[in-house]
């Protein structure tokens, strides 16, 4: 293995603790960023200035991972409860307070990395489920020995397959990666590809009545904010009032609109049809039947897409990427909405790559969670630039913001800056108890 330059005793990125500072002194010195690619590549050189350097080496995410050596000292899971502002319906269930799991890895050099699990209400664990199982990977990564990055991913894919429990993946991901990226001290957007190191989100309106709609709406007018999701889904008169009353607060907004698989075809092609009747055009209209009815997805689809210029997006009908497959192949929708929660970033970061072969628009979007989720969401979507709709604006749901660093926030507006915690750490210290 090549050092990169490093004056370390062996030729791995394996750090003793009497030695943190000075090699991430090292680290801060050697790690620059290339601005003479689109992709903003890392790369090393030679600490010396002057006009002797060593050649550069280019180092993205892929190399990254096949590099540095995960040494992880502890890891550990905890409650992370937050209350909202007011309940959030979403489909079916009705939440009244954020129950999600905080993950800490400490890695040998001492850096630091956070993730999230999501506890969200579709699935069928909770989270004492979520905290156990957190429990035996944190277990697991404390105990193992020092290996690269690319294969603790890989154990950790191995230990939580597939969808049920993606979101505990999710979380062990986030902490692994922001902890080398600490170590590196390098933002993660850098690591995601380096296109941006900002963004514009949308705002969440939830199922609320006309009146609250249309306050929320005023507020995120006056913030800047100009596409607005609105979740829809309980009544075809109940729904039509609330997208009138959104309208009249912001007038110049665009509209994506979320069912939550709350209406049959018919329904949705009858909303479309009002909606354009009262002038009222959605950009996107995701997710409008049941998440099973592929025909009724394309059906609306077809209408929505020749007759109105609707972009349908799919959301719940992509727990995985043989739905993904489907609904690329068979042309059901427009838009892919993908959650970190749902698939993981290296499910992501796989996604993305099918995706951009398709022709298909990418959606990223946030349920239920604070800014460690949230923020890892963003520096990847303004890394890799690849997504056209963008809704991170969950954090701003909760009644109080349990969280700093990772971004900063600006009305719609964020920006990722290179501080400690790259998707941000908790103001809670949880973790001395």
């Known amino acids: ?54 050649p550069r080496t280019s180092l993205g995410l892929k190399n990254l991972t096949e590099i540095f050596w995960v040494d992880v000292q502890c890891a550990e899971g905890r409650p992370l409860n937050v209350g909202l502002q007011e309940p959030v319906t979403v489909g079916c269930s009705r939440l009244e307070k954020v129950e999600n799991v905080a993950v800490r890895v400490e890695l040998s050099n001492g850096c630091v990395g956070w993730g999230e699990v999501s506890v969200v209400p579709w699935l069928n664990w909770n989270q004492a489920t979520a905290l156990e199982e957190v429990r035996k990977a944190c277990e697991f990564l404390s105990q193992g020995p020092p290996v690269t990055l690319n294969l603790v991913l890989h154990q950790i894919s191995e230990m939580f397959p597939g969808s049920e429990f993606a979101s505990v993946r ?83 907004c665009l509209f994506i609109l979320d069912a939550n698989e709350g209406y049959t075809s018919k329904e949705a092609i009858e909303v479309l049809h009002k909606l354009n009747e009262k002038g009222v055009i959605p950009t996107v209209f995701e997710q409008p039947v049941h998440r099973d009815d592929w025909r009724g997805l394309g059906d609306v689809s077809n209408v929505a897409r020749h007759k109105y210029g609707v972009s349908v997006a799919a959301d719940e009908s992509c727990r995985d990427l043989m739905d993904i497959k489907k609904l690329m192949e068979e042309n059901l929708v427009d838009v892919i909405n993908i959650k970190l929660s749902k698939f993981g970033v290296l499910g992501i970061l796989e996604i993305v790559e099918m995706v951009k072969k398709s022709g298909l628009v990418l959606m990223i979007d946030s349920v239920a969670e604070t800014r460690l989720a949230t923020g890892v969401a963003g520096h990847l979507a303004a890394g890799l630039g690849c997504f056209r709709y963008v809704n991170i604006s969950a954090p701003s749901l909760l009644s109080e913001d349990p969280v700093v660093g990772g971004y900063e926030v600006a009305g719609s507006k964020y920006k990722f800056v290179n501080s400690r915690g790259q998707g941000g750490f908790l103001k809670w210290d949880i973790f001395s108890w």
């Not at 293995?1 to 050697?30: D, E, I, K, W, Y």
């Not at 005023?218 to 008169?237: D, Q």
Request: charged share 15%; with cysteine; proline share 3%.
């Open 170 to 252: 999710a979380g062990l991901e986030m902490a692994l990666v922001d902890a080398v990226a600490n170590s590196i001290d390098v933002p993660l957007w850098r690591l995601f590809g380096g296109v941006s190191d900002s963004l514009s989100t949308a705002a969440t309106i939830p199922t609320t009545s006309s009146a609250k709609a249309f306050d929320l709406a005023a507020k995120y007018c006056k913030l800047g904010f100009k596409t607005l999701e609105i979740k829809l889904g309980r009544n075809l008169s109940a729904d039509i009032e609330v997208l009138q009353a959104v309208r009249a607060a912001h007038p110049h």
């Open 1 to 54: 293995m090549a050092s990169l330059g490093f004056c370390c005793p062996t030729n791995s990125l394996l750090f003793s603790r009497s030695s943190v500072v000075n090699h991430r002194r090292n680290l801060q010195t050697r790690f620059i960023v290339s601005s003479s690619t689109s992709s903003s590549e890392l790369v090393t050189q030679s600490a010396v200035s002057g006009s002797t350097e060593r």
